[in-house]
């Protein structure tokens, strides 16, 4: 039997590229954006989607 995968998520790593600040709007196109909250984009907390390039463009980690 192959072993389970395992999966670590660190609450406080964002993936580099994403910016560590809320903005309104797309820096690439200017559409606005969605936001959530959950691990998109790296690490656990709010984070601002382009739907249009469908890509995170911001992340706020929650600090422990």
Known sequence: MP???TVH???S???EGILDYE???CPTCNSELVQ???LAG???GAYGI???CERVIWK???EE
Do not use: A, L
């Open 23 to 25: 903005v309104e709007n």
């Open 42 to 44: 790296g690490g656990f």
């Open 9 to 11: 998520v660190d609450s």
């Open 3 to 5: 072993d389970e995968p």
């Open 13 to 15: 790593e964002i993936r």
């Open 60 to 62: 706020c980690s929650v």
């Open 50 to 52: 382009c739907p249009k």
């Open 36 to 38: 959530g909250f959950g």
